[in-house]
């Protein structure tokens, strides 16, 4: 154990006491790296997308990217427009699922949520394939170890963002703004040998050519037509992901937090609608085609414009790092609405609490596994991803902006009317474009969001379910004094300590069993969060007034070191003899099923291991079966 304990302070730092909460919190110019990477690296693959689908019909379907592209732009400043109005509504932080629960119900706030939670596994799936392919297209020799690289940067995201807001901003503010001049540079280069004719459009026989031998095996070459053009679009809305990510963290912010997220969010969108339209551009102007697993569109253009020089190499390292920090974007919001979700019941309370550096620690982990094992399920490929890929969030985008149409038409303040129609005409354009994805991706991979959207919505039921009838079996009444058992006579029983997190039906049947064996009783709490104790105190005022609570402060979120110090000092204070003994009660849930163990903590196995470690000789558990 002290091994691993050093082992996890080397990779992710000293514990940060709660009282620096409030110091965790991003710059502009920090968010504009950590929220916008998901947002601004989708230009690696967003148009290469378009190209892809569109090189199924052939040479002359190719000219419709640049149409294409411009309406994801115009559709990229619609939505980013509503978002500015939701920042300023919801400067707690404006998720779809937030914004969806209070305004249009619980059912709509679910699907919100399962939505977004999906779109971030699959953002991070996304990002770190994009990112490999990035590197393997410069190094070749790499694409067979394709899905251990995914495997690795996972990892390595994964630790950069368990050390927490600060250190992780300083590790990603880097790349994604050498990534933004990687790619302006590209773009002014691209342009200026454009206009000096050196940049010559490849031949049609020769994309011709290129497209046969790319789809040579699979369904051939495809007529132009509607579905095609949809499809198309459909890949490219890959470039919105990530433009609620704001949103969703204005509480990040340093204040004032809704102005400054507003700000972040028009610069972003600019950079982004700049970057994406400029690629499409020199992408169409140079007729370059893609195949699925081969180089990449951004390095095609990158090896045209700049050689075969240190250029190059900039583009594709910024590009390779940008995307592999991309994923950072759902690790800043997706622990925090599994936190939400959490709060409310609908997932495991585990996910409530902040690790050593003040992070939603579990939904990190969680967020990792759930997108390695995708990641090991598609083989790493970007294209089998991209399907699944915008699905969620343009419902999410959808309920949101819904959401926010219920929450003027509320409130009916002045102006609301213009606010209104504002979200009004986003939720619209978000739907018909979610119906457009849906329709054209369906028999790609899209069925299994359809599928999986109301699965989660059952699960989350479920857990809710389980914790309402927790909640009901362990309900006291709160304005009645309770009584305990007659103590052993004098001479007789053991000094007990009895940990108590909240006082209901299990910690009362704990005490109850401690006082009959106890000499001296003492009941403890771990006060984790640093402003809920007081609530507790004078409940146990009321109800067990005979009964003396020692509250143990815990700076570093610890249940297991306050605990363990106390018990020390209590037996060192009640040791008399050899024969002495000192007894720890710790009460625990018994559930019905096994699954349902996950959705309680198991402090109580940890607990008692590191008292035994320390010496305590008699550890017994009360069990409340659930």
Not at 5 to 30: C, F, K, Q, V
Not at 77 to 90: C, H
Not at 117 to 123: A, K, Q
Not at 589 to 611: G, M, Y
Request: proline residues 5%; glycine residues 8%; positive net charge.
């Amino acid at each position: 154990m002290p091994r691993l304990d050093s082992l996890r302070r080397r990779l992710i730092g000293t514990p940060l006491p709660t009282s620096a909460h409030h110091e965790e919190r991003y710059s502009n110019a920090e968010a504009l790296a950590i929220l916008s990477s998901d947002a601004l690296s989708s230009v690696a693959y967003a148009t290469q997308e378009i190209v892809l689908v569109l090189g199924m019909g052939g040479a002359t379907a190719l000219v419709y990217t640049l149409p294409i592209t411009g309406l994801i732009v115009a559709l990229m400043l619609i939505v980013a427009s509503s978002y500015r109005q939701t920042i300023k509504a919801y400067p707690q932080g404006g998720g779809s699922y937030r914004v969806s629960q209070q305004n249009l119900g619980q059912g709509a706030g679910l699907v919100a949520g399962a939505s977004l939670s999906i779109d971030y596994v699959l953002t991070v799936a996304v990002s770190v394939a994009a990112g490999i392919a990035a590197l393997t297209s410069y190094v070749p020799a790499l694409d067979p170890e394709r899905v251990p690289l995914c495997l690795l940067a996972v990892l390595l995201v994964m630790l950069a963002n368990l050390r927490g807001v600060s250190s992780s901003a300083r590790l990603l503010s880097l790349p994604t703004y050498l990534f933004m001049a990687a790619v302006v540079t590209l773009l002014v280069a691209g342009a200026i040998k454009t206009g000096l004719g050196q940049l010559p459009p490849l031949p049609a026989a020769e994309q011709q050519r290129l497209l046969a031998a790319a789809h040579q095996g699979s369904q051939g070459l495809q007529a132009i037509g509607p579905l095609l053009l949809m499809r198309a679009f459909s890949s490219g809305c890959a470039a919105l992901t990530g433009i609620e990510a704001i949103s969703d963290s204005v509480a990040a912010f340093r204040p004032l937090e809704w102005r400054n997220a507003r700000r972040v969010l028009v610069v972003m969108v600019l950079m982004l609608a700049l970057m994406f339209s400029g690629i499409s551009a020199l992408a169409s102007q140079s007729g370059l085609v893609v195949e699925d697993n081969g180089p990449t569109l951004l390095y095609q253009l990158g090896e045209r414009i700049f050689g075969d020089g240190p250029l190059l190499f900039v583009l594709q390292l910024a590009t390779l790092l940008i995307l592999l920090l991309a994923a950072n974007t759902a690790y800043a919001d997706f622990p925090r609405l599994a936190a939400f979700l959490a709060q409310d019941g609908f997932l495991p309370r585990q996910l409530c609490s902040l690790g050593d550096r003040l992070v939603f620690s579990n939904g990190i982990f969680a967020l990792s596994g759930l997108a390695g094992l995708l990641l090991v399920l598609v083989d790493g490929s970007v294209s089998r991803l991209i399907p699944l890929y915008a699905v969620g969030v343009f419902i999410s985008f959808t309920l949101s902006q819904s959401g926010m149409v219920m929450h003027w038409w509320k409130l009916r303040e002045r102006g609301w009317h213009a606010k209104a129609l504002v979200n009004g005409v986003g939720a619209g354009i978000t739907a018909v474009v979610g119906v457009v994805l849906l329709v054209s991706k369906f028999t790609q991979g899209a069925w299994v969001v359809v599928l999986a959207i109301p699965l989660l919505v059952v699960m989350y039921r479920r857990i809710r379910s389980h914790y309402d009838r927790v909640a009901r079996r362990l309900r006291l009444a709160s304005d009645v004094r309770l009584h305990l058992p007659s103590s052993p006579p004098p001479g007789g029983g053991l000094p007990t300590v009895v940990l108590v997190g909240q006082l209901h039906r299990g910690s009362y049947e704990a005490l109850c069993f401690a006082r009959s064996v106890a000499s001296d009783l003492v009941a403890v709490h771990v006060d984790l969060i640093g402003d809920r104790a007081e609530g507790l105190r004078e409940q146990w005022r009321l109800q067990l007034p005979d009964v003396p609570l020692e509250v143990l402060p815990s700076p570093y979120r610890s249940l297991v070191d306050p605990v363990a110090d106390f018990v020390k000092r209590f037996e060192q204070a009640h040791h008399k003899d050899r024969q002495a003994f000192c007894m720890v009660v710790l009460p625990v849930f018994v559930t019905r099923h096994r699954w349902e163990n996950l959705l309680h903590n198991q402090s109580t196995i940890r607990l008692r291991r590191a008292l035994r470690e320390r010496g305590t000789r008699v550890v017994t558990t009360v069990g409340f079966y659930l």
